[in-house]
């Protein structure tokens, strides 16, 4: 199980970015893919994830309306797509794998596998 995440970039209050996690030695059907952020001095947070199988996104309230989570089965990657991004958005995004095809986004202990991260960083 491997995971490449990418698409952090710098961004100005308002924007957008679309992160990427590509995944190899498995299919997202089979598990749960995570997007998680850790911001300086603070404790990694569970974004979103998106189940296998059914492929049923969930957000934290923080990027609830905000952030869409999708999946490509063809492609084997799973998309976070970020709109009207604000400075506290700022962080280093991690996507990770869960075995189980219903590990909720908040259990960052259910996720086994996990890509290096990629910054974020948002501008006021």
């Known amino acids: 199980v491997q995971l490449q995440a990418s698409g952090g970039g710098l961004v100005q209050a308002g924007g957008s970015l679309r992160l990427s996690c590509a995944a190899s030695?498995?299919?997202?059907?089979?598990?749960?893919i995570g997007w998680f952020r850790q911001a300086p001095g603070k404790e990694r947070e569970g974004v979103s994830c998106?189940?296998?199988?059914?492929?049923?996104?969930h957000y934290a309230d923080s990027v609830k309306g905000r952030f869409t989570i999708s999946g490509d089965n063809v492609k084997n990657t799973v998309y976070l797509q970020m709109n009207s991004l604000k400075p506290e958005d700022t962080a280093v995004y991690y996507c990770?794998?869960?075995?189980?095809?219903?590990?909720?986004?908040?259990?960052?202990?259910?996720?086994?596998?996990w890509g290096q991260g990629t910054q974020v960083t948002v501008s006021s």
């Open positions: 990770a794998a869960s075995s189980s095809i219903q590990m909720n986004y908040y259990r960052k202990d259910g996720f086994g596998s």
């Open positions: 030695g498995f299919t997202l059907d089979d598990y749960t």
């Open positions: 998106i189940h296998g199988g059914n492929g049923s996104p």
